[in-house]
Nanobody, 116 residues
């Protein structure tokens, strides 16, 4: 059973930074893609950033230039460095992993709150 555990959320002022972590139980290289998603109150969950098993990354337009997804394969952890945060970035941030032929795995989420 795969477990994804997010951490690093919290309360920050506008313009501040946070670094989220997603620790997986076992090697993350078996996932052909991992990603960060977020869901604000009353809104649908949306993609923030992806990283493939080959290390390629992709970002939604609203975070380009501000957020960076990365990974440490030795620690089986994916990170999301978030800079220049704004109140509209307030949401619960979720980690997702996709393995060939299996349902997606999701973490429990970590709350990010940006005050104005």
């Amino acid at each position: 059973q795969v477990q994804l555990v997010e951490s690093g959320g919290g309360l920050v002022h506008t313009g501040g930074s946070l670094r989220l972590s997603c620790a997986a139980s076992g090697s993350i290289l078996r996932f052909y893609v991992m990603g960060w998603y977020r869901q604000a109150p009353g809104k649908q969950r949306e993609l923030v950033a992806l990283i493939t098993s080959g290390g390629s990354t992709n970002y939604s337009d609203f975070v380009k230039g501000r957020f960076t997804i990365s990974r440490d394969t030795a620690k089986n952890t994916v990170f999301l460095q978030m800079n220049t945060l704004a109140p509209e970035d307030t949401a619960v941030y979720y980690c997702k992993a996709r393995e060939e032929g299996k349902p997606d795995y999701w973490g429990q989420g970590t709350q990010v709150t940006v005050s104005s």
